[in-house]
C-alpha cells in the first residue's frame, strides 16, 4: 500500500512558476514509477510526466520544455517544476505512484489566471 499527498498547488500569473512536491509513504518508494496527471472540469484525467524507478522521463506533448519532474529517492518524494505557467494548465494535479497497482493522491489545485 501506498499513501500519496501532494503540496505546492496555488494560485500564479502567467508566466509564473510553482513546485509541487508529492510526499509517498507505506511502501518502498523507490521501486515504483512515479506520474503527475492533471484533470481541468469537465475534462478526462491527463498525463503530465512521468519518472521511472531509474530516473527516466517522459511528459506530455503540452508541457514539454515547460515542466521538469523529479525525484529523492532518500526523501520518497517526487517533484514537478512549472515554469511558463499558462491558463490553460489550469487543473487539479493528481500524484501517482505505480507499480502494477495505481495509487494516486488527493489532489492539489493550481490555478494560472491575472
Known amino acids: 500500500q501506498v499513501q500519496l499527498v501532494e503540496s505546492g498547488g496555488g494560485l500564479v500569473q502567467p508566466g509564473g512558476s510553482l513546485r509541487l512536491s508529492c510526499a509517498a509513504s507505506?511502501?518502498?518508494?523507490?521501486?515504483?514509477?512515479m506520474g503527475w496527471y492533471r484533470q481541468a472540469p469537465g475534462k478526462q484525467r491527463d498525463l503530465v510526466a512521468t519518472?521511472?524507478?531509474?530516473?527516466?522521463?517522459n511528459y506530455g506533448d503540452s508541457v514539454k520544455g515547460r515542466f521538469t519532474i523529479s525525484r529523492d529517492n532518500a526523501k520518497n518524494t517526487v517533484y514537478l517544476q512549472m515554469n511558463s505557467l499558462k491558463p490553460e494548465d489550469t487543473a487539479v494535479y493528481y500524484c501517482?505512484?505505480?507499480?502494477?497497482?495505481?495509487?494516486w493522491g488527493q489532489g492539489t489545485q493550481v490555478t494560472v489566471s491575472s
Open positions: 519518472i521511472t524507478s531509474g530516473g527516466s522521463s
Open positions: 501517482n505512484a505505480r507499480r502494477g497497482t495505481w495509487y
Open positions: 507505506g511502501s518502498i518508494f523507490s521501486g515504483y514509477t
